[in-house]
């Protein structure tokens, strides 16, 4: 690959914000490459969790970090037009220049709390990113999409704001998504329960979105999601990635369905055999949830977790499989103790 491996950790916005601070803090102290901020819709909610604005914790981390990258990982064009996403964008770019990283998906959770099942997602997702990158660049700019439209004047030469654009990651599950983050994007994110056959049909998709374009698919990022957990003890630290494995199997069986088959399909599990998770995250919550995550379905998942040698594992796996950007879905008890772990005997192996 012609990009560099990167490891960051996918940060859940449904957590008080102190401790969001806090973790990102200890990301940006430990040498991390990125945190990933994946805002949470009405079904966390309806699971006793709170959503968090990614644009507005992403300027706070700004504020408190110095190295960390940091990620809208991701944000639904259903919930912002793409004008007021530009402004809100450029807040975080001014105050983290270069280390800043937008990624757009439609989230099949939000479409379904609002009733916008039956909308395909590629032309709203095309939409906001092409208006997206227009206004930040700073040109006079007119735009009429089959979703959104805009129309912007240039900026003047007087204002007081960063010039250009930022990287702009297309987050997709399904072919034609992905195939579009290749025409048009700067890198491509992959969904919780990412596999490392997942990241070769992603792969596979990106490069074909990337050759009808005329660009080098090497080129393009592409960041995935996976559930991780680590700890001295194999059992402790693979019981947060199956906590988190639980929550994200339920949300597969009740509100992504079909799109989610190729993604189940490259971990070996079908929609019966995962249902029974939905079922006790339905009547009992998380932790149900987690217990009927079997060891069997949890080594399907694919997880970055057990001990730091199995993590490293893991990692290189992934890595060959074309993946150029971790994004941990770091879960399960005493994190900031698992932040320093990975950092002290994971993140060297890759960085040496």
């Not at 040109?139 to 129309?151: C, I, L, P």
């Not at 792969?203 to 559930?227: F, K, P, Q, Y």
């Amino acid at each position: 690959m012609t990009l560099p491996l990167r490891i960051g950790v996918m940060q859940l916005t449904m957590e008080p914000l102190e401790e969001i601070l806090a973790h990102a803090r200890q990301l940006d102290r430990h040498g991390f490459d990125t945190i990933w901020l994946a805002e949470a819709y009405p079904w966390w909610r309806k699971h006793q969790m709170e959503a968090r604005s990614s644009t507005v914790l992403s300027a706070l981390i700004a504020r408190e970090t110095e190295q960390l990258t940091i990620g809208w990982g991701i944000i639904s064009p259903f919930t912002r037009h793409p004008i007021q996403v530009a402004m809100d964008a450029r807040v975080t770019q001014e105050l983290a220049p270069d280390r800043f990283r937008l990624g757009f998906g439609a989230s099949r959770i939000f479409m379904k709390e609002i009733g916008a099942d039956d909308v395909k997602p590629l032309n709203p997702t095309r939409d906001a990113v092409r208006i997206v990158r227009g206004v930040l660049e700073g040109r006079d700019f007119n735009y009429e999409g089959k979703a959104f439209s805009a129309t912007v004047p240039a900026m003047s030469d007087e204002a007081q704001a960063p010039r250009g654009t930022v990287p702009i990651y297309v987050a997709g599950t399904g072919p034609r998504m992905q195939r579009y983050a290749g025409e048009e994007g700067d890198g491509l994110l992959t969904p919780s329960i990412t596999t490392p056959g997942f990241v070769r049909y992603a792969r596979e998709n990106l490069r074909e979105g990337a050759d009808s374009a005329g660009r080098n698919h090497e080129e393009i990022d592409l960041g995935c999601t996976i559930v991780a957990s680590i700890d001295e003890d194999r059992d402790t630290g693979r019981q947060g990635a199956r906590e988190i494995a639980g929550m994200y199997l339920a949300n597969k069986v009740q509100n992504i369905q079909a799109s989610a088959d190729v993604l189940l399909e490259e971990a070996g599990l079908s929609q019966d055999e995962i249902r029974p998770i939905a079922e006790a995250m339905e009547s009992g919550g998380r932790l149900a949830a987690a217990r009927a995550v079997s060891d069997s379905i949890l080594n399907k998942t694919r997880p970055i977790a057990g001990t730091p040698s199995d993590c490293i594992q893991a990692i290189e796996e992934y890595r060959d499989s074309g993946c150029t950007h971790i994004m941990l879905e770091l879960w399960g008890e005493q994190r900031d103790r698992q932040i320093e772990l990975f950092a002290e005997k994971v993140l060297p192996h890759f960085k040496s």
